[in-house]
DNA sequence: GCCGTTTTCGGCCCGACTGTTTTCAGTCG
C-alpha cells in the first residue's frame, strides 16, 4: 500500500474523533502520524515488511496504538476501528466539514438532532429553515452555510501551483503598489511550493490597515468576501479560490511570516521548542517572559530558537528543525545555479516554436545549453519523428549552433520506452545524438511488476541518459501508474542513470519526496521543463520550488554543470 | 495517542474573526 493511501485511511479516523469529541491530543496524535507518514520518504508499507511493528514505531509519531492500527491496514487493506466509527457517522455526515463555516460542533447536532446526512441534505435544509431550530444558527449564519455549500460544489479542493501562483502574483502587485503598503509577501503552502494549493496567503505590512482591507477585499478579482478586519481579512476569488491577507506591524513581520507559512506541524514542533528553552512564539515575536526578544525577521526568530535559517520549502516537519538545531540543513539548489534545460519539443512535433525560437529564449534565461529531444515515431498523437525527419533535425541543429556563439543545442530525442522495455530508435541511431531521454506514453495499465522490468531494461541501455517523467503522473487527471520507485532508484544508482523532475505544473514527476529518496540513494536529477513553447521554459520554478522541498542542492543536479562537465557526464 | 538532556505520568501551540450573544463558543489557520 502506498503511503498516500494509508495516511487517508489515518486522517479519515482523526475526522471522526474530531466529530465524536474524543481527546484532542489523541486527535492530534492521530493529524501528526499522518502528516509524518505523507512526508516520509520510504515506503510504511516496506518498513513494515523489513521491521514489523518495532520498526514503525521508530517513525517520529507512530506508538504502540497507530503502530497497530497500521498493522491491521497493511495486512487487511482496512481499518476495522475506522469502520466500527463510521457505524456511528456514516462518510457522507463526515463530508458536510468541507463546508466552510461548518465545523465538527455543527456537524454533530446537524445529524443528531436533525437527522441531517449529507451536505444536499444540508443545502434543501437551509433554503428551508429548518437549522432555525438549533440554538445559535440564524439568518446570518444559514446565509453562509448556503453560500459554502455553493462555493464547495464549485471547487475542486487543491490548486495546481502553475495556476495559484500567477494569481497570488496579481493579488501581490496589487496590494504591494500602494503607497500604504510597505512589504507584501506571499506566505503559505504557495511560498513552500507544494505541488497543489488549498488558498492564498497575503502578509502585509501598513500605515492604514483599515484602508489596505477596503482595497483587498475589493479586488476587481474578488467575488465574495467572507471576513474583514483590521488584522485579517479573508475573499473568494473569481477562480473558487479563497485568498487570506493578514496585515501585521513593521517588528512583527519576521514571526508573522513564519507563522502564515507554516506548515501547520512545523510551527507546533518550533512552538513547543520555545517553550523548552521558556520561551514563546507566537505570529507576534518571541518572548520571554512578558519582554519581545525577536520577530522583526524569520532569520531573528530562528537565531532566538538556537537554530539555522530554515528555507520555507523545507518547513515540514520532516527533519528540518533537528538539522537546523545542528546546523547541518543542506544549501539548498537556488534557480540560478539552473544552466540549462534537457528536455523539450519544437515545431518537428507538438511544440509550437521552432528549435531556433527555443534556443534564442532560453539563451535569454541566461542558459548556456539546451537539448531539443522530440518525440520518437511511436508517439503518433504528438507527430513523433521518423528516422529520416530525426536526421534532417539533427543537420538543423548543427546549423544553428553556429548562429549562436556561447550556446549549445543538445541534439536528444525523447524516445519512447515500448511494452517490453526496448526502444523506438535503433542503437545505432541514438548512438548519434548527445542525449538520450526515455519515457513511457503507453501501457500505462501493466503491473507494477512489469512496469518496474520495463524500465529498469530501459536503464540498463547504455545509452539511455534520462529517465523522464517516471512515474507518469497527470494531478488532477491520471494517477501515477504502478511502479517500484524504491527499486528503480536502487538500479539507477547502479547504472548511473538521471532521473528526471518535470517541471510542467501537472507533472511535478519525481515528486519531493521521491526527489529526497534518490538524493539518499546517490541518483542524479535533471530538472527539465518539458517545454512546448517558449513561455513554457518558465516553468523551471515549479521545478526548483519541488528540488527544494526534497532537500536537493546544486551538486544533486545534472543540469547546474557548465556545458563541457555535463557532457562528460553524459559519456 | 505520543513522548522524555527534569519526566514512563502528565503534559501536549497560539490567536483572530464571526455570529449571536451580552461574555463567548465555534471555526479557521
Given amino acids: 500500500m502506498e503511503n498516500a493511501a494509508l495516511a487517508k485511511i489515518l486522517s479519515q479516523i482523526s475526522i471522526i474523533l474530531e466529530l465524536k469529541e474524543d481527546n484532542l491530543f489523541k486527535i492530534r496524535s492521530y493529524q501528526k502520524a499522518v502528516s509524518n507518514i505523507e512526508n516520509l520518504a520510504e515506503s510504511v508499507s516496506e518498513i513494515y515488511k523489513k521491521g514489523g511493528r518495532k520498526a514503525l514505531e521508530e517513525i517520529d509519531g507512530i506508538g504502540s496504538g497507530i503502530s497497530e492500527r497500521i498493522e491491521e491496514i497493511l495486512t487487511t487493506g482496512k481499518s476495522s476501528y475506522l469502520e466500527e466509527l463510521h457505524k456511528d457517522i456514516p462518510e457522507s455526515v463526515v463530508e458536510m466539514l468541507g463546508v466552510q463555516g461548518v465545523g465538527p460542533k455543527l456537524v454533530i447536532r446537524l445529524y443528531k438532532d436533525l437527522g441531517i446526512k449529507s451536505v444536499d441534505e444540508l443545502l434543501s435544509a437551509a433554503k428551508k429553515g429548518v437549522l432555525e431550530k438549533l440554538d445559535g444558527v440564524r439568518e446570518k449564519r444559514i446565509e453562509n452555510i448556503i453560500k459554502g455549500i455553493e462555493n464547495l460544489k464549485k471547487m475542486d479542493k487543491k490548486h495546481l501551483i502553475g495556476e495559484a501562483l500567477p494569481y497570488a502574483e496579481i493579488l501581490l502587485r496589487s496590494i504591494g ?117 525577536a520577530g522583526k525577521t524569520e532569520d531573528e526568530l530562528f537565531n532566538a530558537l538556537g537554530m539555522q535559517y530554515i528555507p520555507p520549502e523545507l518547513r515540514e516537519d520532516s527533519g528540518e528543525i533537528e538539522a537546523a538545531q545542528r546546523k547541518t540543513l543542506p544549501n539548498l539548489l537556488e534557480i540560478t545555479d539552473i544552466k540549462g534545460d534537457l528536455h523539450m519539443h519544437s515545431d518537428y512535433t507538438d511544440g509550437t516554436a521552432s528549435i531556433e525560437e527555443m534556443a534564442r529564449a532560453a539563451k535569454k534565461l541566461g542558459y548556456k545549453y539546451i537539448a531539443i529531444t522530440d518525440h520518437s515515431k511511436s508517439t503518433k498523437v504528438a507527430g513523433g519523428l521518423t528516422e529520416k525527419e530525426l536526421l534532417k533535425q539533427m543537420d538543423e ?99 548511473h542513470t538521471i532521473f528526471e523532475l518535470n517541471s510542467y505544473p501537472d507533472r511535478l514527476d519525481l515528486n519531493d519526496v521521491h526527489c529526497r529518496l534518490a538524493k539518499e540513494k546517490g541518483v542524479k536529477i535533471s530538472i527539465n521543463t518539458d517545454s512546448h513553447s517558449t513561455n513554457n521554459l518558465l516553468y523551471m520554478k515549479f521545478g526548483v520550488g519541488t528540488a527544494r522541498r526534497g532537500w536537493l542542492t546544486k551538486k544533486d543536479v545534472i543540469n547546474t554543470l557548465g556545458l563541457k562537465d555535463l557532457l562528460d557526464y553524459l559519456k
Avoid: W
Wanted: proline share 3%; hydrophobic share 40%; aromatic share 6%.
Fill in 397 to 495: 541543429i548543427d546549423g544553428i549552433n553556429k548562429k549562436l556563439p556561447g550556446f549549445k543545442i543538445l541534439k536528444g530525442s525523447e524516445v519512447d520506452i515500448l511494452k517490453d522495455g526496448s526502444l523506438d530508435f535503433s542503437d545505432g541511431l541514438l548512438s548519434r545524438l548527445d542525449i538520450i531521454v526515455a519515457s513511457i506514453h503507453s501501457g500505462f495499465s501493466a503491473s507494477k511488476d512489469e512496469m518496474t522490468k520495463r524500465i529498469i531494461k530501459a536503464m540498463r541501455n547504455k545509452l539511455v541518459n534520462i529517465i523522464a517523467h517516471p512515474t507518469g503522473r497527470l494531478l488532477g487527471k491520471r494517477l501515477p501508474y504502478e511502479v517500484d520507485i524504491e527499486k528503480i532508484l536502487s538500479e539507477a544508482a547502479k547504472t
Fill in 177 to 293: 503598489e500602494k503607497p500604504f503598503v510597505s512589504k507584501a509577501i506571499i506566505c503559505g503552502s504557495l511560498r513552500r511550493m507544494k505541488e497543489t494549493i488549498g488558498d492564498i496567503d497575503i502578509l502585509a505590512v501598513s500605515s492604514d490597515p483599515k484602508r489596505l482591507s477596503d482595497v483587498f477585499t475589493s479586488l476587481p478579482q474578488v467575488i465574495r468576501v467572507t471576513a474583514k478586519g483590521e488584522t485579517k481579512s479573508s475573499v473568494v476569488l473569481e477562480n473558487n479560490m479563497n485568498a487570506d491577507l493578514r496585515i501585521v506591524k513593521e517588528d512583527e513581520f519576521g514571526s508573522a511570516s513564519h507563522y502564515f507559512t507554516g506548515s501547520k506541524q512545523h510551527n507546533i514542533k518550533i512552538r513547543k521548542i520555545a517553550i523548552s528553552k521558556g520561551l514563546k512564539v507566537s505570529e507576534y515575536g518571541v518572548f520571554k517572559g512578558s519582554k519581545r526578544i
